[in-house]
């Protein structure tokens, strides 16, 4: 079956541009995860959902960021005005249920010029 | 939110059993140990999960002891293609499911 996918796999924008990453999850898998990577270092948290509810947003850095899941399967993460800070792997996980094993996707290599 | 401490970097020889131990003193009640491995330019994929005592799978056994401030994920015979960073990890329904991800153990396998 298919796993999880992310589009796009690179993303390239100016500073102070609008951008949407894309996550499809699993089918059937009730939980999903957004998390920021760079390198060197473990994922970091953002935010993640069970069916369409967004359960926790704690780790978006700060309000240019946001997500949803409208329909509880494809998820789009949002960072408004992008900044060079911003620059990093974007990771989309999911699960069958919270608490279960992630699968992760092929992530969003996002570079802010 | 429990913490996790491993070690920054391992190496081990092919045929060896590696064993990496992560501390996690503040676990809560209902938190979970979980272990991913992720190899360069790919997202991390899960390796076993325990909540106390002993678990093995096909590829790796977790060490739990009884109080749980700690774990050990066992590695036998490891091969060059086990070359990759392992996470330790602790969460449960206390943290809402939230992980926090450290830099990992970066293992390194020597032919």
């Known amino acids: 079956g298919a796993g999880v996918s992310q589009s796009p796999r690179y993303k390239v924008t100016k500073r102070g541009q609008d951008v949407a990453l894309r996550c499809d999850p699993i089918?059937?898998?009730?939980?999903l995860y957004w998390y920021r990577q760079a390198l060197g270092q473990g994922p970091e948290f953002l935010t993640y959902?069970?069916?369409?509810?967004?359960?926790?947003k704690s780790g978006l850095p700060n309000d240019r960021f946001s997500a949803e899941r409208p329909e509880g399967s494809i998820s789009t993460l949002t960072i408004q005005r992008t900044e060079q800070r911003d620059s990093a792997m974007y990771r989309c996980a999911s699960s069958l249920s919270e608490g279960d094993e992630q699968f992760f996707g092929p992530g969003t290599r996002l570079t802010v010029l | 939110l429990a913490k996790t401490t491993q070690p920054i970097s391992m190496d081990s020889y092919e045929g060896q059993e590696v064993n990496i131990t992560c501390s996690h003193n503040n676990i809560a009640t209902n938190d979970y140990i979980t272990w991913y491995q992720q190899f360069p330019s790919q997202g991390p994929r899960f390796i076993i999960q325990?909540?106390?005592?002993?678990v093995t799978n096909e590829v790796a056994s977790l060490f739990i002891p009884a109080d749980r401030k700690s774990s050990t994920l066992s590695l036998p015979r490891v091969s060059l293609s086990d070359t990759a960073v392992y996470y330790c990890l602790v969460g449960g329904w206390d943290s809402n499911y939230q992980l926090i991800w450290g830099a990992g153990t970066k293992l390194i396998i020597k032919p």
């Open positions: 089918s059937g898998h009730v939980s």
């Open positions: 325990g909540y106390k005592t002993k």
């Open positions: 959902f069970n069916y369409e509810a967004q359960q926790d």
